[in-house]
């Protein structure tokens, strides 16, 4: 054990900095190297830059998946969102890269609000959650999935569906189990020690469902991975298959590269419902700059675009194109792009991305009933 | 600690011999005196002979709800059943006491099947629970229920209206509670230490359909009552009543006065399915006796109708005319009674009410929908 601080990632809890080589060996992932990229290009014919760029940077039985893609055995997405809050930046990463994988596999996606989790694991009454749930169904619809094939699950709604499944998930794993995964212990509550039942269930649902075997691709940011670890070996004992995943790594908050966006202790998140003045003023006031004290020092050194948290923010979310990405981070290297600059092109990336997102999320208010899974909206495009 | 071998009462074990005064004084309930008796026949008229002959013997809270009762705010029943095998005369014990209630105080029963709890705690599939959940079904039925005043919530089927309030129960409850009051271990599987949050979810289902409160009497067998021990804390949280509990003694095993019928270990119960030649035979070969080794001894010291599972049976279930039974204790005290006598008593007795239940139980199964709680359904009468 080294003498720095101790980085925790479980999907309560990320801190310190994040050593995602580490994370590859400790939750026993596979790292994206070129090869999958590869397998992954001969279906997509290009490359999402979250790929290209290592932002999705790790996975469990792609290869699997694939094969079985090729073989016209056609998967669905899972993912899912913890209604306790308002929807920032950190949350839209993973979705925007599901959305590009809806799109180009042409397949189906079941989505999952969690809204029993975080009832069980903060301090707010349901009612406060259900108000979350709804506001961040409006951000999810709002980033353009097809309704057709998007099935939204809320835990509490569709419990009929799902507890039925979760307790033959709880059944086959204990509470020591569930301590060495999440780090509880006995005086954590006893709904929060069966949750993670209930976050494995989605990845079978379609297969419950369809009353057969149809395989699931869930992109997740790497700290819910334990959920999917505890349960991978339970899968095939109730006849299913393991369900492969695509890991993301955390968009940074804008303190810094430690930790990640909204998590404890930070409170400067960017939220979709932020205006053009709060999105100006966040980053202005908090992003973390890699560049130097003055502006004579900055011309002369330059500035470090690693630790730069508007750069990353250009490099993981805003800025899809590799060549002006490339060129600001040359020019910020070099001490020719100032600190203040880039941050300028970035909340002007980031205000015109709002303005079509909050207009789409007004509309969304009258499409929640396409997206939330209900009987008769079972098959593509059938509704109640 | 003595010697004698250490008995254990919660849901998951019961064994040893019991004593009920201590499990009044270590669950905390009251024992059931004259002025509770009183109590209730003031509205009864009459006793029920479990309540006369102390079957039923403690309660919690009786006298704040026949106080309530008096104040024309009805209260509703709550009791259960664990499918996970087929219906033996301890389970009918608890039930043919809660008819009585409905009938004497004209009140509906919520009736709960835990095939969540069995398919958790039991190695069978849940299949093969659901087959349980259905034979058993029939014998509650059976008993002669008022379909209009009678819902059955089984667990798994009623999860989307049962899981939501579930967790608020769980949100309240640390696995330290559950380990202390079950003697769980780190080694439960997830649903069984979650599965206590769902029984205690009966006792308000009534108000939360209703939404208001409404006061809740659980008549059950005493083992049962660590699940509302551990609840009772959390209904006044949630803003509902405490519900009202009466508790039984265990029909003994038929081969002797240690634990209770169909508890683990004891393989001769004897079944609402059983044939007359069945339930002969069981008595006359297992029935633990308190009689003499010979018929000679017999006449002259006579039998001790206490430990004599054949005369308990007659106390607890089978012969309500207490002339009658103070009849058959003197003369089996006297020696004039034999072991075999009285066992041709008890078979009688048995034999002609299944008989009675059997024909019941198989028009049960029509009426099964009428049971069952649906949305239409609620209120009295209403059908979907």
């Known amino acids: 054990m080294s003498n720095k601080k101790a980085s925790k990632v479980t999907p309560y809890e990320v801190s310190g900095k994040i050593d995602y080589d580490k994370?590859?060996?400790?939750?026993?992932?596979?790292?994206?190297?070129?090869?999958?990229?590869?397998?992954?290009?001969?279906?997509?014919?290009?490359?999402?830059?979250?790929?290209?760029?290592?932002?999705?940077?790790?996975?469990?039985?792609?290869?699997?998946?694939?094969?079985?893609?090729?073989?016209?055995?056609?998967?669905?997405?899972?993912?899912?969102?913890?209604?306790?809050?308002?929807?920032h930046l950190g949350h839209l990463q993973t979705w925007i890269f599901t959305k590009w994988l809806q799109d180009k596999f042409d397949v189906e996606l079941w989505f999952q609000f969690t809204d029993d989790e975080k009832f069980l694991f903060k301090d707010k009454s349901m009612e406060e959650?259900?108000?979350?749930?709804?506001?961040?169904?409006?951000?999810?619809?709002?980033?353009g999935f097809d309704p057709k094939k998007t099935h939204?699950?809320?835990?509490?709604?569709?419990?009929?569906?799902?507890?039925?499944?979760?307790?033959?998930?709880?059944?086959?794993i204990t509470f020591s189990t569930i301590k060495a995964a999440f780090g509880?212990?006995?005086?954590?509550?006893?709904?929060?020690?069966?949750?993670?039942?209930?976050?494995?269930?989605?990845a079978v649902i379609p297969s419950v469902l369809a009353k057969k075997n149809i395989p699931c691709l869930i992109p997740?940011?790497?700290?819910?991975?334990?959920?999917?670890?505890?349960?991978?070996?339970?899968?095939?004992?109730?006849?299913?298959?393991?369900?492969?995943?695509?890991?993301?790594?955390?968009l940074p908050p804008l303190e810094g590269v430690e930790g990640k966006m909204g998590s404890t202790g930070q409170q400067t998140a960017i939220y979709t419902t932020d205006t053009p003045k709060e999105v100006e003023r966040k980053i202005k006031k908090y992003a973390f700059s890699g560049g130097q004290a003055t502006i004579e020092e900055h011309r002369e050194k330059g500035g470090n675009p690693d630790i730069d948290v508007s750069f990353l923010y250009l490099k993981y979310l805003f800025e899809e194109d590799d060549a002006k990405l490339a060129q600001l981070e040359?020019?910020?290297?070099?001490?020719?792009?100032?600190?203040?600059?880039?941050?300028?092109?970035l909340i002007d990336k980031i205000n015109k991305f709002l303005a079509k997102h909050q207009?789409?999320?007004?509309?969304?208010?009258?499409?929640?009933?396409?997206?939330?899974?209900?009987?008769?909206?079972?098959?593509?495009?059938?509704?109640?």
């Open 220 to 250: 997740l940011a790497i700290d819910q991975d334990p959920h999917f670890r505890v349960a991978r070996d339970v899968y095939p004992k109730l006849g299913y298959y393991k369900p492969a995943i695509l890991h993301g790594v955390f």
């Open 330 to 345: 040359a020019d910020y290297k070099s001490g020719k792009l100032l600190t203040g600059e880039l941050k300028q092109y």
């Open 129 to 143: 959650i259900s108000k979350w749930t709804y506001e961040n169904m409006l951000d999810v619809i709002a980033l």
């Open 23 to 87: 994370l590859v060996k400790d939750f026993g992932v596979r790292k994206i190297d070129d090869v999958a990229l590869n397998e992954i290009k001969k279906y997509t014919g290009d490359l999402h830059f979250m790929l290209r760029r290592g932002i999705f940077f790790a996975y469990r039985d792609l290869k699997w998946l694939l094969d079985k893609y090729s073989k016209k055995e056609k998967f669905f997405l899972y993912t899912g969102c913890g209604p306790s809050g308002p929807i």
């Open 359 to 384: 207009k789409a999320r007004e509309k969304a208010k009258k499409m929640i009933d396409k997206f939330v899974y209900s009987k008769g909206k079972k098959g593509k495009g059938k509704r109640k």
């Open 184 to 202: 509880f212990k006995d005086s954590n509550n006893i709904g929060s020690i069966f949750y993670t039942s209930m976050q494995a269930v989605p």
């Open 152 to 172: 939204f699950l809320i835990d509490t709604k569709h419990a009929g569906l799902m507890y039925p499944e979760a307790i033959k998930f709880a059944k086959k």
